[in-house]
């Protein structure tokens, strides 16, 4: 997170904030939690948020080739105004959204030149499975929102 701060005040209260998060993801039953040597980290919708000596990050473990992306400071201030849930709910939509229109693009290729009807069909498929969890996960989130009482 590259934050532009000039006050030690505010390092201290982001820290505090992701600390918070970090405490959301430990409590929060649905994450899983990976220990290895070096790091704690809990996974949750293909977000993971690690925390290696003290120092916590969040990760977006889709769309990227070898290693994980760490978010972008819009998505951090999602997770800081938010929280752990939400936050991962979502980024798992932002995530559906990329994938449905790289399928939609295939599907488009797929009729305009290969014309394989296997594929076509395997690429419907793995575009209604998107849809259903992208719908499933805006439940999630519409119902997170009716326990906090938030529009």
């Known amino acids: 997170m590259t934050f532009a701060v000039e006050s030690n005040g505010l390092i ?4 505090k904030m992701k ?14 939690r990976l220990n290895t040597s070096e790091s704690v980290s809990y996974i949750r919708k293909g977000i993971k948020m690690e925390n290696k000596n003290g120092e916590i990050k969040i990760y977006n473990t889709k769309f990227s080739n070898d290693f994980y992306t760490e978010l972008t400071d819009d998505e951090y201030e999602l997770f800081l105004l938010r929280g752990w849930r ?26 305009n030149q290969r014309n394989n009807t296997r594929h076509y069909q395997a690429l419907k498929e793995s575009r209604n ?14 119902n997170e929102y009716k326990q906090l009482n938030i529009k």
């Not at 600390?19 to 899983?32: G, K, M, Y």
């Not at 499975?129 to 519409?142: A, C, G, H, P, V």
């Open 12 to 15: 201290f209260k982001l820290n």
């Open 19 to 32: 600390d918070n998060i970090w405490e959301q993801a430990v409590n929060d039953a649905l994450s899983t």
């Open 86 to 111: 939400i936050g991962c709910y979502t980024m798992a939509i932002k995530n559906y959204r990329r994938s449905l229109e790289r399928i939609s693009k295939k599907i488009i290729t797929e009729i």
């Open 129 to 142: 499975d998107l849809m259903s969890r992208f719908t499933d996960t805006l439940k999630l989130i519409q």
